[in-house]
């Protein structure tokens, strides 16, 4: 027996206070992983996805880069894959545009137009852009093409989600 | 455009634009020839969906036209015939029907529409980028067919 020995009062304070906290941390902890995880999800969407184009290989010729990623469809998960068309402008930056027309949504091309080459051209509408994606006036579409942000890494192309451009 | 609520919704808001519809057509059998149904249907699904991808601005892509493999040939014809005169009411220029099944190459005369034939590639035992790339070659000739037919009505 030790000197001051702890009374049935003292040990009950004791034991309540350790259990209460245990539970309220147990109520608590969930909270406030619901609270956090806005911020979580934003650095998600940030993603790069890597590609099979190697970054030394671009040229000023536009060429069509292919790549997958994961999209959550309610319960279905299905592989999707997305292009781009990928090419170096006269300054050597990377330009990735988004090959989805911005008039209602189909693939276009680059240079398919007879009639208008150096183009990126829309086979629904004939939809016109110049090659740094802006919108040919006069043509359907009321916006430049979007563009996706880019990495390098080991020197792959890594892409990002594709951004909106202003207004040309 | 797909067939889910915002894609007709699209569709609604822009149809002078959306001038084409794309009727995929299925045949089902339930006897022995069911995996090559199954199979078919796969192809079909495949392809319609990446053909939507690169024209979504000027198709709208129906649900599937299915009927029984040995349902009698002229019930098929009359009921898609029925398809097709509410598709053209709905002001729709251009119909196509994408199918793997043989018959139909010898009832489009009976339709206003086009019949695109494909024979089937089984694809159960590729890979997915392979997949893609066989798709991606077959649409290409299909676009050219569908650029084609537009131009011929300008």
């Known amino acids: ?168 | 455009m797909k067939w889910i609520p915002q894609d007709v919704e699209t569709y609604s808001n822009a149809k002078e634009y959306v001038d084409t519809a794309v009727v995929p057509l299925y045949s089902v059998t339930v006897g022995g020839g069911i995996k090559q149904s199954a199979a078919a249907a796969e192809f079909i699904t495949l392809l319609t969906t990446y053909l939507e991808k690169q024209f979504t601005g000027r198709i709208l892509l129906f649900p599937p036209f299915t009927y029984l493999e040995n349902e009698q040939s002229e019930r098929v014809v009359t009921d898609l015939q029925n398809w097709e005169v509410n598709i053209f009411e709905a002001g729709f220029k251009h119909v196509f029907y994408i199918t793997s099944d043989l018959e139909w190459r010898g009832r489009e005369a009976q339709l206003e529409g086009s019949v695109i034939w494909l024979p089937s590639i089984p694809l159960e035992h590729m890979n997915d980028p392979q997949k893609l790339t066989m798709i991606d070659s077959q649409v290409k000739q299909l676009l050219t067919l569908f650029t084609q037919k537009w131009h011929e009505n300008e």
Request: charged share 25%; proline share 7%.
């Open chain 1, 1 to 168: 027996m030790s000197k001051d020995r702890v009374s049935r009062r003292q040990f009950l304070s004791y034991t309540l206070t350790g259990v209460g906290g245990f539970m309220a941390a147990g109520i608590l902890m969930p909270m406030v992983r619901f609270a956090v995880d806005p911020v979580l999800k934003a650095e998600a969407a940030g993603e790069f996805v890597a590609t099979k184009q190697k970054v030394a290989d671009l040229t000023n010729e536009p060429v069509r880069v292919d790549f997958t990623y994961k999209q959550k469809d309610a319960w279905y998960e299905s592989d999707v894959t997305e292009s781009a068309w990928v090419y170096k402008d006269d300054a050597g930056k990377i330009v990735a545009l988004s090959p989805v027309c911005k008039h209602l949504g189909c693939t276009v091309n680059w240079n398919s137009d007879k009639e208008h080459p150096e183009q990126f051209f829309c086979p629904c509408h004939y939809g016109r852009y110049t090659k740094d994606g802006t919108n040919v006036p006069g043509t359907p579409p009321l916006a430049p093409l979007d563009v996706y942000p880019f990495k390098e890494k080991d020197g792959y192309l890594y892409l990002g989600k594709a951004k909106p451009r202003k207004e040309a």
